[in-house]
């Protein structure tokens, strides 16, 4: 056994080029103990119905394979020890027992079954290289929340600065923040990049993008986003992210995040900041539209309808008929006639300025 295991430690260098250090301290101490358990395991194991590994054993090979991340190995470099330790073990066997008293199909149940322990010992370093990559993920998204929410707290420029660069994270100039549903989080990571930090916040989750150039940045995100029912919040300094993050759940608490379509792109505040104005008082706006609008009541719903729709264009275009007539798919005679009936029902109203903006405001509201 004693010679076996030289044999192996020593061989393992020359073999696998990776381990070509010192089989000394932690590392070599961990090597010796893993070739030392597994030959041992292995002489136990034949005539019984024992699993290839205990659970001591199985920690031994799983602790070994979380040993290749931290060191910054592939998990293959390990996998090709395993097996340079199997062949040596094989040859080793085959010097010590007269081999040609042995019937074929020996030597060959010998040899499977040496090599369907080593995948035995492979599998349970490949869980363990898999659970050492899944905490670093978990850890390095945690921290990467940590700064997040540093920023949105508005935590000091040092303190910022300090977390983000031992995230190895650059702190850009320009941010936009955006909010999207918990359950539509799933690749969301992956489709915004590295740049982007992304945490969760109770059914909701919150981004920060960097935001440096807008046409291209304005593409990524419509492509990222598309389909998560996002809404954006407007771009600001990062020192200031807690203001675009706000009016993100404002806009959405508003309703202007709701999708129609399920592939529905990103809602930006940006483009709808006076329906957010309008809607953050709806019963001021409601009274408003009550006054304003009164003149609409005595009609029937679908003509008053129809007149409140081509007044919004009127006042939208400040009376041009031929883009009203084109937004509205009405021949320009018939935008003459209905904006003819408005100034009957409206009369002198419509030539007033002030009158005109909470027109437009109500009506842009959705009020009709």
């Known amino acids: 056994m004693g010679e076996i295991v ?15 250090m010192p089989m000394e301290g932690r590392f070599g101490q961990g090597v010796r103990q893993g070739v030392t358990l597994a030959l041992h395991r292995f002489l136990d194991l034949p005539g019984t119905r024992l699993p290839a590994l205990s659970e001591d054993g199985k920690w031994v090979y799983e602790n070994l394979g979380r040993g290749e991340v931290r060191s910054g190995r592939s998990l293959e470099s ?27 199909d020996v030597i060959l149940a010998l040899g499977e079954s040496l ?8 599998a349970a370093s ?19 929340g940590e700064v997040l929410e540093m920023i949105l707290r508005g ?29 539509r989080l799933d690749g969301v990571r992956a489709a ?8 969760e916040r109770g059914t909701e989750v919150a981004v920060i993008v960097p935001f440096g150039s807008r046409s291209a940045r304005t593409r990524e995100l419509n492509r990222a986003l598309r389909g998560r029912h996002a809404v954006i919040g407007p771009a600001r300094p990062w020192q200031q992210a807690a203001e675009s993050l706000h009016l993100a759940v404002s806009a959405g608490a508003h309703g202007l995040g709701d999708p129609v379509g399920e592939d529905d792109p990103p809602v930006w505040v940006e483009d709808h900041l006076a329906e957010l104005i309008v809607q953050a008082e709806p019963l001021a706006t409601a009274d408003l539209a009550r006054r304003r609008l009164a003149p609409l009541d005595a ?33 320009q005679q018939t935008v003459g006639y209905r904006v003819g009936q408005l100034k009957e029902l409206f009369g002198e109203t419509l030539d007033d300025p002030e009158a005109r903006f909470e027109l437009e405001l109500v009506l842009r509201a959705g009020h009709r």
Request: cysteine-free; hydrophobic content about 45%; aromatic content about 6%.
């Open 6 to 20: 030289e044999a192996i430690i020593e061989g393992i260098p020359r073999d696998v080029p990776v381990y070509a």
């Open 78 to 104: 390990l996998l090709s020890a395993y097996r340079y330790g199997a062949r040596v073990t094989l040859r080793a066997i085959s010097r010590t027992v007269d081999v040609s008293r042995l019937a074929p």
């Open 155 to 183: 935590e000091t420029e040092t303190g910022v600065q300090r977390a983000a660069t031992a995230l190895g994270w650059h702190l850009p100039d320009v941010v936009v923040v955006a909010t999207l549903p918990s359950s």
């Open 192 to 199: 915004l990049g590295p740049d982007a930090l992304v945490a």
């Open 126 to 144: 490949a869980q363990g290289y898999a659970l050492e990559q899944s905490d670093r993920a978990g850890e390095h998204q945690r921290r990467r």
């Open 115 to 122: 090599f369907a322990y080593i995948d035995e010992l492979s």
């Open 299 to 331: 009609l029937r719903p679908a003509v008053r309808a129809r007149l409140a729709e081509t007044l919004l264009s009127w006042l939208r275009h400040q009376g041009q008929r031929a883009p009203i007539a084109a937004e509205l798919f009405v021949h």
